[in-house]
């Protein structure tokens, strides 16, 4: 198991690496906003790439499996995010027509709704679960276990404000290709509309948890 884990370990620096090289020498976004919109499409694939990871190494029972695994999903989720970012940057040109564009912008808003429900339903059963802990320790006075949980929901929190960062700026850039289409494919404009809608209210939801979890850390108490 451990030779494997290496093994994964390295090829995800490998491919962290060549996914470096490979934004470095592309050369689709010649603009600045195009250069602007591949950065954050980077950004986004890395985070969902990298929390996917660490959950896929979580299954490993160790820490060291689920820092190895983010490594390895931050790296897919670059490349993945960067082929997005270029998406946007080039706006119409890579369709036929703005109703193809816009179909390609539905596809990826709605994906990302349903990745932060996804979110939001684990973060909630992980809160859930958090506040349970939290209770029996307290309740037992065990001051090492509040201290391990304490780090534990830090650690959450952070990754919960993370994850409202980047599926705002997902929110945003569809809102940017909205004003982009200029009213045309009003019904496909509908209905990105509505799934953008969608992520916001993902996004606010995140936001009162990254609440919920702040609370919850000020009753470890150590």
Known sequence: MT???????????????????????????????????QAQGTGLGALGGGLLGAGIGALAGDSDSVRKGALIGAGIGAAGGFAYGTHIA????QYKSTEE????????AETKRREAVAYNKRLNNQLAHLQKEVRMAKAAGDRKKLASLKREIVSERSAARKQASAFSKEAEMQRNAIKQANGEGSS???????????????????NGNVKRLAALESQTGV
Do not use: P
């Not at 995800?12 to 976004?29: D, I, K, Q, S």
């Not at 496909?188 to 995140?206: F, N």
């Open 101 to 108: 564009w816009l179909d390609a912008c539905i596809s990826q």
């Open 3 to 37: 030779a494997s884990l290496n093994h994964f370990a390295r090829y995800g620096r490998h491919l962290a690496l060549f996914t470096l090289v490979t934004m470095g020498a592309t050369n689709c976004a010649t603009t600045e906003d195009g250069r602007l919109a």
């Open 90 to 93: 080039n706006k119409k040109a």
């Open 188 to 206: 496909r404009l509908k209905t990105l509309r509505t799934s953008t809608s969608g992520i916001e209210t993902q996004v606010s939801t995140m």
